[in-house]
């Protein structure tokens, strides 16, 4: 089924408007490239909606906000909500400062965002009020297992629901849900958190997956998760014994180049419950 | 002849002020390196000038304009300018937005640039006042090819005449004209645009070469256009099967690296026109 | 002796707070997560102080200096200070205009800074009141040599102990004294100056191993300015034929994420003095 989301955006080629942060910006450049669509970063007051109107999606992360580029969000927003694009949104660090928790539930709040994509300390500081997000990282009380699972997917479908959303919850397990269904993925590899921008590189393909395949939100973000789980997979195959986190960023960003449709759908490891 | 051209360079080792944006700036500081020149970046209003004063090159990018560093680009330029030395402007994006294409324009206006990089729809946002531009790539309608290499060749000319600069308009065949004489070069790979960044990189090439010749400003661009190009082929020879973009955009600033003067007569493909 | 200290970095997996440039910033990230730590960056006014709260060091590197983000290096500073969290300050390019030489003074001057770490043209630069910085580069008259390594242990030591604080000076010989003890590192290979934020990453690392070892500045920076040197080494040695200096860079980081105390240790090369 996730052959197709996949091949949509190799035919596609979106262009995708990033208001993102400047850590992990090069790396979503060329992740949205080496899936096929096409990267535009811009962020200032005066070109924020116009570049989002020649766009396919927006994809908004606040992984260094600031007053300048705030403003910008919820410009490009307001221009992408017109013309329902879809929106993803990045949380990243929500919990972690007051200005991050309350910027991003404001977004939530005027926007209509498509998909929030963000680990489970940041869903939990958006939908709870308060986070053990440790910095930009899911705090290790948080972490997903077997035996979180249930509970887990029950608060993420109720999140959703209230948010009118998608949501994806990535960590050792995945959730993607709509609020009515949600997929539960195991692809992936835990040594991807060694690596600075695996959340932020996934929110790119959300944004491009989204951009080719309007109609179906939910199932878009949850072949971008496999696809990212998938290239970590491949990626980390891949290691040599020299090897470490920045050679395992390269194979990762490298895998998501040499993927297509067949090869997501052989690798995908997932349940929809 | 390139040889020289690229010998100086390593043995000059200019310092070279980049106001530029944050996608791409580490790359962009890494290919200077590369071939032997010295990156700065500083974008801030109370230090643009003084920077630019101690440097060989100003390099101007707008792929992240914003309020804050446009004054800046304004006031390098113009320290720039007092010194004579060369200004390059890559107006990423123009055709995209209008704030980029209206500061590009005031930027050549205002501004005596030395060489202006970019790919054929900036080009053409900057000359006709109408862009094609998809976001920061060539719109398809404009790629360069051998059937409208001619007409290109004679737009390309005309519009240096008029800004009485050096152009490099860079695709499938690149130009670089100071309005009388043309290098048509036939260096690259058309995988690089698979790659962020190699546009910007290729510009701040261009500002090292002609740091260091600054009597050659045409053919110190048709160079760098040369240089980044054989990179590329090069690069791309040494892919492996599970190699992509994030391998290639490596082995491309690699094969900079280990470029010199004679590799570059050798590689070359151009002709002049 | 560097050997607990470094495991102490990997068992605490601290979290720090990073104001830094957007050149390098990705390296720092990744270099950071190599060595066992997390990074967050967090440059806004409105929450520099709150993310210094959680984290467990603070450090600035003035890179890419601006208006919005200097005030929050003094806020972030003082919150470090009121809780007693090691400070780290990199002063990139300092003596290469008047802003970074001013800027990088005042924060000395307002902050309790635990470490200063730059190259012999910077700290220059602070303590004489005039720079033959080039660029960000060290210049060519500054080199540290065994000639000239005597005289800059004593002028190390002298400003050390009159700013109060540890200076960690890099270069070919690498001299980290709190103004009693000194420590010169022959660690190290000169081609790291060929890749851009090797000296934005090693002040990364100290303030990570600061924080996991706050009783001992000195043997920490000693000990983060050995693990760099180290992974030049071992990164070096790994450079095929075609490799360049991004290969470098990667192989760097990598050293760093295979590194661990007994390593470190065993390929330590430094005299007490």
Known sequence: MFKEIFDNVRAAAPLVHNITNYVTVNDCANVL???????IMADDIDEAADITKICGALNINIGTLSQNTIPSMFAAGKASNELSHPLILDPVGAGASALRTNTAKKLIEELEVS?????ISEIKALALGAGGAKG???????????????????FTKRFA??????????????????GET????RNGNANMGKITGTGCMLSSLVAAFAAANREKLLESAAAAVI?????????????????G???FRQYIIDAVYNMNGEIL?????YERV
């Open 136 to 154: 930009v990282d899911a705090d290790v009380l948080d972490l997903l297992t077997e035996e979180t699972l249930e509970n887990a997917v029950s």
């Open 33 to 39: 490239l080496a899936c096929g669509a096409s990267p």
């Open 115 to 119: 998909v929030i994509r963000g680990n």
């Open 245 to 247: 986190n920045a050679a």
């Open 182 to 185: 949600a997929y539960t993925i």
């Open 227 to 243: 696809a990212m789980g998938l290239a970590g997979e491949q990626g980390f195959a891949r290691l040599g014994e020299r090897d």
């Open 265 to 269: 759908d052989a690798g995908a490891k």
């Open 161 to 178: 629901k209230e948010k009118n959303t998608v949501v994806a919850v990535t960590g050792a397990i995945d959730i993607v849900t709509d």
